[in-house]
Nanobody
Framework: QLQLVESGGGLVQPGGSLRLSCAAS????????IGWFRQAPRKEREGVSC????????KYADSVKGRFTVTRDNAKKMVYLHMNGLKPEDTAVYYC?????????????????WGQGTQVTVSS
């Protein structure tokens, strides 16, 4: 059974950093593109970043470009979202999602498998 589990969220001060992890099980991660999405209260889900199956291609939303970096380790079946320079507007539940073919995209409708999410709160 394909499963994605996010972790690493928490409370951080503005300007701080967090690393979110997405652990994959029940499938061969090597063949899947992974996207990161977030949803803040009373807001629509937003595509944050994505990474192709081999890690050779990445995309970022303009709101996080230059601050967030997505990486993956297929041998460990892990995908990471490194978040630096966090701002209060980054506060949201963050989700990872998987799609079985490249290219990666930040279009949520392209993804069929989702994790349960991890809360990130940026506040002083």
């Amino acid at each position: 059974q394909l499963q994605l589990v996010e972790s690493g969220g928490g409370l951080v001060q503005p300007g701080g950093s967090l690393r979110l992890s997405c652990a994959a099980s029940g499938f061969t991660l090597d063949y899947y593109a992974i996207g990161w999405f977030r949803q803040a209260p009373r807001k629509e889900r937003e595509g944050v970043s994505c990474i192709s199956s081999t890690g050779g291609s990445t995309k970022y939303a303009d709101s996080v470009k230059g601050r967030f970096t997505v990486t993956r380790d297929n041998a460990k079946k892990m995908v990471y979202l490194h978040m630096n320079g966090l701002k209060p507007e980054d506060t949201a539940v963050y989700y990872c999602a998987a799609k079985p073919v490249d290219p990666c995209t930040v279009d949520a409708d392209s993804y069929g498998y989702w994790g349960q999410g991890t809360q990130v709160t940026v506040s002083s």
